[in-house]
Nanobody, 119 residues
Framework: QVALVESGGGSVQAGGSLTLSCIAS????????MAWFRQAPGKKREGVAS????????YIGDSVKGRFTSSLDNAKNTLYLQMNSVKPDDTATYYC????????????WGQGTQVTVSS
C-alpha cells in the first residue's frame, strides 16, 4: 500500500517563501506521478503542480505559475513544492497525491498540511 506523508506547512507573511515536502513509500516500481493539490474553505480542490518519474509530464497551475516550482527527487521518492512570493489567496490545505504512471486518477492521498498566508 502506498503511503504519503506531507510536511513543511505553517504560517508565513505575504511575499515570503515556504517549502512543502511529500515522501512516498510503498511503490513497488519506479514509474509513478506525484502531485500537489490545495483546497481552501468553501472552494473547490485545485491542482497546483505535478511531476512524473522518468521524464514524464509536468504540470503547474496558472494561479501559481511564476511563483511556485515543483521538483521530484526520484532517489528519495520525495516531491517538493517551493512556494515563493506567497499571497493570502494561497492559504489552503495542501494535499499530496500519487498515482501509477499508467493511471489518470490519483488513488493515493496524504493527510494534508495547512498553509496560512497573512497580509
Amino acid at each position: 500500500q502506498v503511503a504519503l506523508v506531507e510536511s513543511g506547512g505553517g504560517s508565513v507573511q505575504a511575499g515570503g517563501s515556504l517549502t512543502l515536502s511529500c515522501i512516498a513509500s510503498g511503490f513497488t516500481h519506479g514509474s509513478y506521478c506525484m502531485a500537489w493539490f490545495r483546497q481552501a474553505p468553501g472552494k473547490k480542490r485545485e491542482g497546483v503542480a505535478s511531476r512524473c518519474t522518468f521524464g514524464g509530464s509536468t504540470y503547474i497551475g496558472d494561479s501559481v505559475k511564476g511563483r511556485f516550482t515543483s521538483s521530484l527527487d526520484n532517489a528519495k521518492n520525495t516531491l517538493y513544492l517551493q512556494m515563493n512570493s506567497v499571497k493570502p489567496d494561497d492559504t489552503a490545505t495542501y494535499y499530496c497525491a500519487a498515482r501509477d504512471n499508467d493511471r489518470a486518477d490519483f488513488p493515493y492521498w496524504g493527510q494534508g498540511t495547512q498553509v496560512t498566508v497573512s497580509s
